[in-house]
């Protein structure tokens, strides 16, 4: 029988996820410490704070992933009229904002997709609160067990 105190820690695993708007690298900080405190006396804390952080390490190895691939669609847009070869070329160099190219509209789709998934990030972290809260075991989707 799960008692308040362990709800309200589990819950307060997932709610600290957002002091990444105030402290740097929060969101995995305030969960891990607050596991760490009590993940020995309750197997319902423990298995939400891994919840918690496999999350948080997934979505952090996604962003990297979508950020790896779109940064390079937008430098070759801005570079693509540079000569790498004539050392003079800058002063030929100008941005042409009229004909947009493939390549940016599909960085600019990676990062409508950063954003999308950004407010789904936030939705899931208060699903998973609300959950906790309840009593209930949550898994978040998406994510990569690294903590088992």
Same mark, same amino acid.
């Given at each position: 029988?799960? /008692?308040?105190?362990?709800?309200? +820690?589990?819950? #307060?695993?997932?709610?600290?996820?957002?002091?990444? #708007?105030?402290?740097? #690298?929060?969101?995995?900080?305030?969960?891990?410490?607050?596991? +760490?405190?009590?993940?020995?006396?309750?197997?319902?804390?423990?298995?939400?704070? %891994?919840?918690?952080?496999?999350?948080?390490?997934?979505?952090?190895?996604?962003?990297? !992933?979508?950020?790896?691939?779109? !940064?390079? $669609?937008? +430098? $070759?847009?801005?570079?693509?009229?540079? /000569? #790498? +070869?004539?050392?003079?070329?800058?002063?030929?160099?100008? !941005?042409?904002?009229?004909?947009?190219?493939?390549?940016?509209?599909?960085?600019?789709?990676?990062?409508?997709?950063?954003?999308?998934? $950004?407010?789904?990030?936030?939705?899931?972290?208060? %699903?998973?609160?609300?959950?906790?809260? /309840?009593?209930?075991?949550?898994?978040?989707?998406?994510?990569?067990?690294?903590?088992?």
């Amino acid at each position: 029988m799960l /008692d308040k105190h362990q709800k309200t +820690i589990a819950t #307060f695993i997932h709610l600290s996820t957002f002091s990444r #708007f105030i402290i740097p #690298f929060g969101n995995f900080i305030g969960p891990l410490v607050l596991w +760490i405190a009590n993940k020995e006396k309750s197997e319902f804390v423990d298995n939400h704070g %891994k919840q918690a952080l496999n999350f948080q390490m997934s979505i952090l190895l996604y962003a990297i !992933i979508i950020g790896t691939i779109t !940064i390079p $669609f937008f +430098i $070759f847009k801005i570079l693509g009229g540079l /000569d #790498f +070869i004539d050392f003079n070329g800058f002063h030929n160099f100008h !941005i042409n904002l009229g004909k947009p190219s493939p390549l940016l509209y599909i960085g600019g789709g990676l990062g409508a997709l950063m954003i999308i998934a $950004f407010i789904v990030e936030l939705a899931l972290i208060v %699903k998973a609160s609300l959950k906790a809260r /309840d009593g209930e075991p949550y898994k978040y989707p998406l994510t990569i067990n690294f903590l088992k």
